[in-house]
C-alpha cells in the first residue's frame, strides 16, 4: 500500500563482484547520512570502500579523482570526520577510521581488545551491546 506523497522506488544494483563491493550496515550508514554534510559523506563512502583492518596510503590528488571532490572540500571533509570521530588520530600522520563515530583510540583499542578475547557466542552478543552502549555515549 502507497500513500498519494509516497514514491516507489526499485533499485538496480550492478552484480556483486566478490572483490568490489561496498557492504554497509543499514543503521550505520543512516547515521552517517544525518550527521555528514556532502563532502565529508563522500569521503566516508569512500573509506568504507575499504576491507577491515586496509592501511591506505592517499593523497588528496587521489581522492580528489576517486571523488571529484576539490582539494579545500578534501581538507574540510578530512577535518569534520575528525572532529566528529569517524577518523581518530592515532600518531604523526597515522588515524584510524571508523564507520561509527568513536573519540579516544585508547577506548577503541581497548573494546578490540576485548572482542579478540571473546571465546563464545553469549559473549560476543554482551560485548557487542557494551560496544554499542560505549559508543552510544560519544
Not at 14 to 42: P, T, V
Request: glycine fraction near 2%; charged fraction near 20%; hydrophobic fraction near 40%.
Amino acid at each position: 500500500t502507497t500513500f498519494p506523497n509516497q514514491r516507489v522506488i526499485i533499485v538496480h544494483r550492478a552484480k556483486k563482484n566478490e572483490r568490489n563491493f561496498i557492504q554497509l550496515d543499514k543503521d550505520i550508514s543512516a547515521m552517517a547520512l544525518a550527521q555528514l554534510n556532502y563532502s565529508e559523506l563522500k569521503l566516508w563512502i569512500y573509506l568504507c570502500g575499504n576491507m577491515d583492518n586496509y592501511h591506505l596510503a592517499f593523497s588528496p590528488a587521489d581522492i580528489e579523482a576517486k571523488t571529484s571532490l576539490s582539494r579545500s572540500s578534501y581538507y574540510n571533509a578530512f577535518s569534520g570526520l575528525l572532529d566528529k570521530g569517524y577518523l581518530v588520530l592515532a600518531q604523526g600522520n597515522l588515524y584510524h577510521f571508523y564507520e561509527r563515530p568513536v573519540q579516544k583510540l585508547d577506548q577503541v583499542q581497548d573494546l578490540d581488545q576485548n572482542l579478540d578475547s571473546v571465546q563464545n557466542l553469549d559473549s560476543v552478543q554482551n560485548l557487542d551491546q557494551d560496544l554499542d552502549n560505549a559508543l552510544s555515549k560519544f
